[in-house]
Nanobody
Framework: QVQLVESGGGLVQAGGSLRLSCAAS????????MGWFRQAPGKEREFVAD????????YNADSVKGRFTISRDNAKNTVYLQMNSLKPQDTAVYYC?????????????????WGQGTQVTVST
């Protein structure tokens, strides 16, 4: 089993930045693909970004390309999401997920483990 805990969310003004962290425990995630997803009120959970086991391959949703960067530190069993140039439409609960597979390029059904989420609110 893999337990995931997200942190780093909060309230930020439009144009600002936040860095989310996802700390894994229970098992090393060094062979897992990792992803970030988000869910806004009244909307379905949507893909944000994912990364392969080594960190050499990443894939971003079109809505965050050029603004968000996913990275990982396998020695720390942690995955990050650097979010820059935040917009009010980025407001959502952000979830970290793990999949024992190659990079999934946003295929949400492929992820086996999920964190509880961290709230990100972007004000105008």
């Amino acid at each position: 089993q893999v337990q995931l805990v997200e942190s780093g969310g909060g309230l930020v003004q439009a144009g600002g930045s936040l860095r989310l962290s996802c700390a894994a425990s229970g098992r090393t995630i060094s062979l897992y693909a990792m992803g970030w997803f988000r869910q806004a009120p009244g909307k379905e959970r949507e893909f944000v970004a994912d990364i392969n086991w080594s960190g050499e391959s990443t894939y971003n949703a079109d809505s965050v390309k050029g603004r968000f960067t996913i990275s990982r530190d396998n020695a720390k069993n942690t995955v990050y999401l650097q979010m820059n140039s935040l917009k009010p439409q980025d407001t959502a609960v952000y979830y970290c997920a793990a999949a024992k597979s190659e990079i999934l390029r946003g295929k949400i059904s492929g992820y086996q483990y999920w964190g509880q989420g961290t709230q990100v609110t972007v004000s105008t």
